[in-house]
């Protein structure tokens, strides 16, 4: 009401003046109760401002649930705002938008009119809940940015006020002032009536009111600051008057500029205008508008109940999602044809390939005479290595048939699978992977165990298989013979060159292997409690080799493969399976070599290594030893690095020692995922990624970068989830989640 008696006493004034009226004494507008009250309130306010109890009230109210700042996803990380980096972009968006500099900052607006049509229906809810249009429309705000940036803190929103409430009448003149409202992480459950809610919220927003404000600067210091702004204005009662034949109109008092994000809404004589002010080097709108529209529908439609109920995505976002879908299902359906045709003739997988094991044996009978294995001075031809797999193989079948199978129960749902499970526990060498091999050729299931492991985690995973039979080697045969006679179950320890020297009993034929058989149990670190094993079949094992085929390129020719990883790691299962199924040759790096750059270059060049896979810290031991010597490595095709974050300043220094066609590829993985789940070439050549590697090279130039995850392998989907399990729009944070042929579950842990 002030506004509009501010402008009429504008005009009268004006009009005065021009018909040259004099003013008298009684005319003083200062002294007349229109000012006065607003007088006695700014008076008041002031005198009441930063009293001990108002400061402890506010204090309690914004510290007891330590509120952080706002993790909002930025458009460049050189501002250093956010560690994460987004892959997907919206490029759309309904609104008008607008650039602007305000405060040498660069500033977007973007505008929403909510015409009469849905201000109704909006306006009935309010009154139906008892809530005030500012308040409807702040709660929106705020789930809004919940689900946009799946924050996990609390949020403190700054609320604009006029400094006028309680005013009746006639009121004159207001101070801007801001009201820190607090939204807890906790508020926007999926199963909360969000009628509910905003009762809630109406009840916070009335105790609020009881309690006397205190400075901006007082109040600056009781919390951090999320740098969002929220402002709710009428300014549907002031009509445009005439002076002097001039049409004035209105313009809305401008909100304060300090914070990266204002909203407001205005009430205007047909609707509500909603404008969204951001920094635009702090945060990313995602079509933020055009969503609180979205959601503003179905609730005052009563298309949901809950805000888990509530669909945050747009058409746009179903557009691409059913482009994606598209895409996934055609990678499904041409799988089957993607095994190598240097392996398997251009043959499809058939009944007679359930297995990696299976192509193995493949590869043996093609590539006979070659290299399958270099550990040190020693080399495997494939039929060297075969002829030592097959002995192993039958002497391990001859145990399997003597012994009965165990249950290995991973889903309440699904009955228990049966295998025999042999644990290997040996240094790094050929015997580890012989072992490896006849355990799967002999229908068992192998768990690898680290000679260094402690005594407890070794006791831990043998206990939790159940393990009857354990491979050893001559360093670590006694202190495990020690440790399985603590067992509660028998464990009979193998000594691996004495059963590989055994002559077998009687020639026995080998069992077909199941898809669905386990391959070998995996034991996680344990860092979020007891380690669990993780039990992979040989499905979803041979699938994962067709997806590294087609991604990166095996078969084609045959190549080197450097195996570092250690045994006990998924990731050397995969080293192996790369190498041995492809035709190709594997070259073992022990643990000393592995760390020493001068020993690691002089095995690459020495073996003509042209695929490898680092970790991140043993590539930046060679990269040091390169760089102090200026020398550069061989030509390697692929270089692989995973298990950990790989930085932009990391990957810059290996392009200066590579060659501009080597592929250098970034590859993530989940041991749940059958040991890897994405990759992303930097290579912008690179014909088998679909996603633009130069637009998001450009996204994570800064050198304190992370380098992207990529896209899923051809076995593997990707959705990122918000809280409630729905699908997050592009862009914007959430959970990740695989789908696709995945492990089969926790061994002893169903219910995970």
């Not at 204002?262 to 609707?271: D, S």
């Not at 590829?665 to 989940?670: F, Q, T, V």
């Not at 399990?725 to 959430?734: D, I, Q, S």
């Amino acid at each position: 009401v002030s506004l509009a008696l501010h402008g009429n006493k504008v005009v009268e004034v004006y009009s005065r003046l021009n018909d040259f009226d004099d003013f008298s004494s009684s005319d003083d507008y200062s002294s007349s109760d229109e000012y006065n009250d607003f007088n006695e309130r700014a008076k008041r306010f002031h005198d009441e401002t930063d009293s001990p109890a108002a400061l402890a009230y506010w204090r309690h109210y914004l510290q007891e649930h330590e509120p952080t700042s706002f993790p909002v996803p930025p458009l460049s990380s050189r501002h250093n705002i956010s560690e994460h980096t987004t892959l997907f972009r919206s490029e759309q968006n309904s609104s008008e938008n607008k650039t602007n500099l305000r405060n040498h900052q660069r500033f977007t607006e973007c505008s929403q009119v909510i015409g009469e049509d849905r201000w109704k229906p909006i306006a009935r809810y309010c009154r139906q809940n008892k809530i005030t249009p500012m308040l409807y429309f702040q709660g929106l705000f705020a789930f809004t940015l919940y689900q946009l940036a799946q924050n996990n803190h609390s949020l403190v929103i700054k609320n604009v006020l006029a400094g006028r409430s309680g005013l009746k009448d006639r009121g004159f003149g207001c101070f801007l002032h801001q009201v820190p409202v607090l939204y807890r992480r906790d508020l926007f459950q999926s199963d909360d009536r969000i009628a509910d809610v905003f009762a809630f919220l109406r009840q916070d927003q009335k105790s609020r009111k009881k309690v006397s404000m205190v400075s901006l600067r007082r109040l600056a210091g009781l919390y951090q600051s999320s740098g969002l702004q929220f402002s709710f204005n009428y300014y549907h009662f002031t009509k445009p008057v005439d002076i002097a034949g001039s049409a004035i109109d209105y313009m809305p008092f401008p909100t304060l500029a300090s914070d990266c994000v204002q909203f407001v809404a205005q009430v205007m004589e047909k609707g509500v205008s909603l404008k969204l002010m951001y920094e635009t080097s702090q945060f990313q709108d995602f079509q933020l508008l055009d969503r609180l529209v979205a959601i503003s529908d179905q609730i005052v439609k009563d298309e949901v109940e809950t805000w888990g109920d509530v669909d945050i995505l747009l058409e746009s976002d179903r557009y691409a999602l059913q482009k994606i879908e598209n895409r996934v299902l055609a990678n499904l359906s041409n799988r089957s044809l993607a095994l190598p045709n240097s392996v398997c003739s251009n043959t499809v997988i058939s009944n007679t390939v359930n297995s990696v094991a299976d192509l193995f044996t493949l590869a043996c009978e093609r590539y006979g005479d070659e290299i399958a294995l270099v550990d040190g001075d020693h080399q495997f031809t494939y039929r060297q290595l075969a002829s030592d797999v097959l002995k192993l193989t039958t002497r391990l079948n001859e145990i399997r048939l003597n012994t009965s199978l165990q249950e290995l129960s991973v889903d309440d749902n699904q009955p228990p699978m049966k295998g025999l499970c042999i644990a290997l526990c040996m240094e790094k060498s050929s015997s580890v992977f012989i072992s490896m091999l006849s355990i799967l050729k002999s229908g068992c299931c192998y768990v690898p165990i680290d000679p260094n492991w402690p005594a407890d985690r070794k006791q831990t995973v043998l206990q939790d298989c159940g393990i009857r039979y354990l491979i050893v080697d001559d360093e670590t045969e006694n202190s495990l013979a020690q440790l399985c006679a603590s067992l509660n179950h028998n464990c009979e320890v193998l000594s691996f060159r004495n059963i590989h020297a055994e002559k077998a009993l009687r020639p026995t034929s080998l069992p077909t292997i199941s898809a669905n058989s386990p391959a070998y149990i995996i034991y996680t670190s344990g860092t979020t409690g007891v380690p669990k094993g993780v039990v992979v079949q040989h499905g979803p094992l041979l699938e994962t080799y067709v997806a590294w085929k087609h991604a990166y390129s095996l078969g084609l020719q045959r190549q080197n493969h450097l195996q570092m990883a250690n045994t006990a790691f998924d990731v050397c299962t995969g080293d192996w399976i790369r190498a041995l199924c492809s035709g190709d040759t594997l070259v073992l790096c022990d643990q000393d070599t592995l760390m020493d750059g001068v020993a690691l270059y002089r095995l690459l060049c020495h073996t003509n290594i042209s695929f490898a896979e680092f970790v991140p810290a043993v590539l930046r031991h060679l990269l040091d030893y390169l760089d102090e010597t200026k020398s550069a490595l061989p030509p390697l095709n692929t270089i692989v690095v995973g298990s950990d974050m790989w930085y932009r300043a990391d990957l810059e220094r290996l392009k200066k020692h590579t060659l501009p066609n080597t592929r250098l590829i970034n590859s993530y993985g989940l041991t749940e995922a059958c040991i890897d789940t994405t990759f992303y070439s930097e290579n912008t050549f690179d014909s088998k990624t679909t996603i633009d590697s130069k637009t998001i090279a450009s996204q994570v130039t800064p050198l304190t970068s992370v380098i992207p995850i990529g896209q899923a392998f051809d076995h593997h989907s990707l959705l990122v989830l918000n809280t409630f399990g729905r699908v997050a729009p592009f862009g914007t944070l959430g959970e990740l989640w695989v789908t696709g042929r995945l492990a089969a579950g926790y061994l002893n842990h169903p219910i995970i």
